[in-house]
């Protein structure tokens, strides 16, 4: 059972464009949701992360928006480049968790220059 | 990232062998993970280990075995080979805590025939 569902699975976007990829969780006692950045050949890593204290997070052209009650999350990225054309896939944990992870089902976002 | 290394990078085996996936760290990390990633499935949890004398099944165990030889080293076996294992395998690690970030090393490409 998949606990965090993420999507859409692909994604293409023009440079320039906004990239918008949604995640949905079931578990309310999730309350870390990271997001990873994962380029061909290479392990993922972390591009930004988020506590249910606050709705939203930015760094940079990243934000991270988050509804508590909806129980979803998604990651914007703004003035999409063809550098940021990668596998994207969030992520939640829980205290009881420690730090495992539940991961979605990943998003290939592809920015045409 | 080099300081979370694994071997080999690519291996082809054949239904029935047994294989080791190796990892290691320099990161001076406790705890350390390994995971499979399928395409459309995301990254799913094999073992995890949070100290040389802890380690705990993910949530697809079964058909592999895990050994923590040292802090640094976190090692997969599969016991018996079998095609549906085919995936790319990742080793991570952590430091203790919640919500710590997760560093990936760069993959194992693994095809069963």
């Known amino acids: 059972q998949q606990q965090v569902k993420q999507s859409p699975q692909s994604l293409i976007v023009q440079k320039g464009g906004i990239s918008i990829i949604n995640c949905a969780y079931e578990?309310?006692?999730?309350?870390?949701f990271p997001w990873y950045q994962q380029f061909p050949g290479k392990g993922p890593a972390l591009l930004i992360a988020i506590r249910p204290d606050v709705s939203e997070k930015k760094e940079g052209r990243f934000t991270i928006s988050f509804n508590k009650s909806a129980k979803q999350f998604s990651l914007h990225i703004m003035d999409s480049q063809p550098g940021d054309s990668a596998t994207y896939f969030c992520?939640?944990?829980?205290?009881?968790?420690?730090?495992?992870?539940?991961f979605g089902e990943g998003t290939q976002l592809t920015v045409n220059p | 990232d080099a300081d979370v290394t694994q071997t080999p990078r690519n291996r082809i085996t054949k239904t029935g062998k047994r294989i080791m996936l190796e990892c290691s760290q320099t990161?001076?990390?406790?705890?350390m993970y390994w995971y499979r990633q399928d395409p459309g499935l995301g990254l799913r949890l094999i073992y995890y280990?949070?100290?040389?004398?802890?380690?705990n099944k993910g949530e697809i165990s079964d058909g592999y075995s895990v050994s923590r030889q040292a802090q640094a080293k976190f090692s997969l076996s599969l016991e018996s080979a079998i095609p549906n294992q085919t995936a790319l395998y990742f080793c991570?690690?952590?430091?203790?805590?919640?919500?710590?970030?997760?560093?990936f090393g760069p993959g194992t490409r693994l095809l069963v025939l």
């Open positions: 578990n309310t006692a999730f309350d870390y």
């Open positions: 992520a939640a944990s829980s205290k009881t968790s420690g730090s495992r992870l539940t």
């Open positions: 990161k001076g990390h406790d705890r």
């Open positions: 280990s949070f100290d040389v004398k802890d380690i």
């Open positions: 991570a690690t952590s430091s203790s805590g919640r919500g710590e970030t997760q560093y």
